[in-house]
């Protein structure tokens, strides 16, 4: 059958346009601390002792579990028993916080190792304290010993710059130690040498007499104006330690916070009241008579040691050549330094 010259033959049919495509579903934020902080609790079966280590206050430990689970849609936590436990859902959730952190660290350590120029770069992690006020010194003398040396300074609380070295994202930890609350660190894959010794005490404003303007004990009815450390903060646990330990507690009234030394020292210097500073932190203000010690020499007083820590090389990933040459420096100087004082104690015995 011939067909029709003037016919047209019908279109195909086509689907109509698609309209513009769905967005893909997406999780909601997790941040790896709350991870952290898990892990932890399922360590240790205690909100108290992990908000300890965690270096925060025992409800905002509590409140970062919660965000965890909000996140999670499920309980991972059984709060009913003592010591806490993980539910059916948190047990096997446990291993798979492990796996996605030690993930995110072996990403993060590959992509450092590629980092331009990072060889000849000793990164060190401290808190802010001593960032501020021991290592510029410190670095300033170490140079004048060691010779030339290139660094970058990570300045954090205590328990971030903690996380840096064990997470390798530093070559050297330098912190404060005191027996009553030491760093958390295996001596099986961290090494420690001593850099010195330093004095945590209380000062306050000099007056027009050279006095201090507030004097500790204080009275029950006149308490001494208090600038506090924040609580959690690792420094803020050994100012409590100085205040159980007192012969003749002090009366005080806390009326400011702060995570911050270089903070407290600023609001001393105001005269807002008293404040617990490393002797470092001071000695500018001593020396010009700005701020004076606010007790008796010797009482409320605590000495911590500064150290310096490194994950041991055969446990290291990677161990930079100019940090390995610094921390032998370190270690023979210290090592010299302890065979000197052992003639002075037997001299003194005599």
Same mark, same amino acid.
């Given at each position: 059958?011939?067909?029709?010259?003037?016919?047209?033959?019908?279109?195909?049919?086509?689907?109509?346009?698609?309209?513009?495509?769905?967005?893909?579903?997406?999780?909601?934020?997790?941040?790896?601390?709350?991870?952290?902080?898990?892990?932890?609790?399922?360590?240790?079966?205690?909100?108290?002792?992990?908000?300890?280590?965690?270096?925060?206050?025992?409800?905002?430990?509590?409140?970062?579990?919660?965000?965890?689970?909000?996140?999670?849609?499920?309980?991972?936590?059984?709060?009913?028993?003592?010591?806490?436990?993980?539910?059916?859902?948190?047990?096997?959730?446990?291993?798979?916080?492990?796996?996605?952190?030690?993930?995110?660290?072996?990403?993060?350590?590959?992509?450092?190792?590629?980092?331009?120029?990072?060889?000849?770069?000793?990164?060190?992690?401290?808190?802010?304290?001593?960032?501020?006020?021991?290592?510029?010194?410190?670095?300033?003398? #170490?140079?004048?010993?060691? %010779? &030339?040396?290139?660094? *970058? /300074?990570?300045?954090?609380? @205590?328990?971030? $710059? !903690?996380?840096?070295?064990?997470?390798?994202?530093?070559?050297?930890?330098?912190?404060?130690?005191?027996?009553?609350?030491?760093?958390?660190?295996?001596?099986?894959?961290?090494?420690?040498?001593?850099?010195?010794?330093?004095?945590?005490?209380?000062?306050?404003?000099?007056?027009?007499?050279?006095?201090?303007?507030?004097?500790?004990?204080?009275?029950?009815?006149?308490?001494?104006?208090? #600038?506090?450390?924040?609580? %959690? &903060?690792?420094?803020? *646990? /050994?100012?409590?330690?100085? @205040?159980?330990? $007192? !012969?003749?507690?002090?009366?005080?009234?806390?009326?400011?916070?702060?995570?911050?030394?270089?903070?407290?020292?600023?609001?001393?210097?105001?005269?807002?009241?008293?404040?617990?500073?490393?002797?470092?932190?001071?000695?500018?203000?001593?020396?010009?008579?700005?701020?004076?010690?606010?007790?008796?020499?010797?009482?409320?007083?605590?000495?911590?040691?500064?150290?310096?820590?490194?994950?041991?090389?055969?446990?290291?990933?990677?161990?930079?050549?100019?940090?390995?040459?610094?921390?032998?420096?370190?270690?023979?100087?210290?090592?010299?330094?302890?065979?000197?004082?052992?003639?002075?104690?037997?001299?003194?015995?005599?």
């Amino acid at each position: 059958m011939r067909g029709c010259g003037g016919c047209s033959r019908a279109e195909p049919t086509r689907a109509p346009p698609a309209g513009p495509e769905a967005p893909p579903a997406t999780l909601p934020a997790v941040e790896t601390k709350w991870l952290e902080d898990f892990v932890s609790l399922a360590e240790t079966r205690s909100f108290s002792r992990s908000a300890q280590l965690r270096h925060v206050t025992q409800p905002a430990f509590s409140r970062r579990i919660q965000a965890l689970e909000s996140w999670a849609g499920v309980d991972l936590v059984d709060r009913s028993s003592y010591p806490t436990r993980l539910t059916p859902a948190g047990e096997p959730f446990h291993a798979q916080a492990l796996d996605v952190l030690a993930t995110l660290q072996a990403a993060r350590n590959s992509l450092r190792s590629h980092h331009p120029g990072s060889q000849d770069m000793i990164d060190f992690a401290l808190p802010h304290t001593l960032a501020f006020t021991f290592f510029p010194h410190w670095l300033m003398d #170490l140079r004048a010993r060691f %010779g &030339a040396v290139k660094t *970058r /300074l990570i300045a954090l609380n @205590v328990h971030d $710059a !903690v996380m840096r070295l064990t997470e390798g994202g530093c070559d050297l930890l330098i912190a404060y130690h005191h027996a009553s609350q030491p760093l958390q660190l295996s001596p099986d894959r961290y090494e420690m040498l001593s850099l010195g010794r330093e004095t945590l005490a209380p000062y306050a404003k000099a007056g027009d007499d050279g006095e201090p303007i507030f004097r500790l004990p204080g009275r029950a009815e006149a308490p001494v104006p208090f #600038l506090s450390y924040a609580s %959690g &903060a690792y420094m803020s *646990r /050994l100012v409590e330690a100085i @205040v159980k330990q $007192a !012969v003749e507690p002090p009366h005080l009234e806390t009326i400011y916070e702060t995570d911050m030394a270089e903070g407290l020292k600023a609001m001393a210097l105001e005269g807002h009241g008293v404040a617990c500073l490393p002797i470092s932190a001071v000695r500018k203000e001593l020396r010009a008579r700005r701020l004076v010690h606010a007790g008796l020499p010797g009482l409320y007083e605590l000495t911590m040691e500064v150290r310096i820590y490194r994950e041991r090389p055969e446990q290291a990933r990677h161990v930079k050549p100019v940090a390995q040459a610094l921390w032998n420096f370190l270690q023979s100087t210290a090592q010299a330094e302890a065979a000197e004082r052992v003639p002075k104690a037997l001299a003194t015995a005599r």
